[in-house]
T-cell receptor, first 111, second 112 residues
Framework: QQQVKQSPQSLIVQKGGISIINCAYE??????FPWYQQFPGKGPALLIAIRPDVSEKKEGRFTISFNKSAKQFSLHIMDSQPGDSATYFC??????????WGAGTKLIIKP | DAGITQSPRHKVTETGTPVTLRCHQT?????MYWYRQDPGHGLRLIHY???????DKGEVSDGYSVSRSKTEDFLLTLESATSSQTSVYFC???????????FGPGTRLTVL
């Protein structure tokens, strides 16, 4: 299975709260799991990425949690800010230079 | 923006007409991609290129063709545009040994 399932489709979080977006995959051969952030009118840009040999990666307020046995990974945004309002995409790599994308989550941070 | 430009940025066309979108990069990246983005579907790969004159199909290639005669340019052609091809089209690039894809600003195409 080459799909990546992302949830929720949309998310509203109060400023200062924690935003959590989840993704699930089927193919155990996937070996690279990035999260991209997209602002309106712009192309997606890499936010943070992880490989399956680690269970967590943190960069500032952004953390990826990876559960290999459950074939799930999630993005956590701590102390969410209005500037974090964007669409977030998870992806997985079935082979080098290829990405399979989730459907996206529209995140709104309320001031 | 990794030196990627897309043209045109917006286009409105009629069903049945051919349309060509251009992706231009200035940094000699080997791999180039065309995606379409539609609500609820994320990004879907149309075609990609791994070198000059080397291209391959993605998951939604029907109705599209591509050409890459120079490293810096990757053209996407809709041979006979249909309303189902109304979408935002993104070009992306990456380099040998890199995982990160860099995206252009997108082209919004409307087929009436």
């Amino acid at each position: 299975q080459q799909q990546v399932k992302q949830s929720p489709q949309s998310l509203i979080v109060q400023k200062g709260g924690i935003s959590i977006i989840n993704c699930a995959y089927e193919n155990t051969a996937f070996d690279y799991f990035p999260w991209y952030q997209q602002f309106p009118g712009k192309g997606p840009a890499l936010l943070i990425a992880i490989r399956p040999d680690v269970s967590e990666k943190k960069e500032g307020r952004f953390t990826i949690s990876f559960n290999k046995s459950a074939k799930q990974f999630s993005l956590h945004i701590m102390d969410s800010q209005p500037g974090d309002s964007a669409t977030y995409f998870c992806a997985a790599s079935p082979s080098q230079y290829q990405l399979i994308w989730g459907a996206g989550t529209k995140l709104i941070i309320k001031p | 923006d990794a030196g990627i430009t897309q043209s045109p940025r917006h286009k409105v066309t009629e069903t049945g007409t051919p349309v060509t979108l251009r992706c231009h990069q200035t940094e000699n990246h080997r791999y180039m991609y065309w995606y379409r983005q539609d609500p609820g579907h994320g990004l879907r790969l149309i075609h990609y290129s791994y070198g000059v004159k080397d291209t391959d199909k993605g998951e939604v290639s029907d109705g599209y063709s591509v050409s890459r005669s120079k490293t810096e340019d990757f053209l996407l052609t809709l041979e006979s545009a249909t309303s189902s091809q109304t979408s935002v089209y993104f070009c992306a690039i990456t380099s040998t040994g890199r995982d990160e894809q860099f995206f252009g600003p997108g082209t919004r195409l409307t087929v009436l």
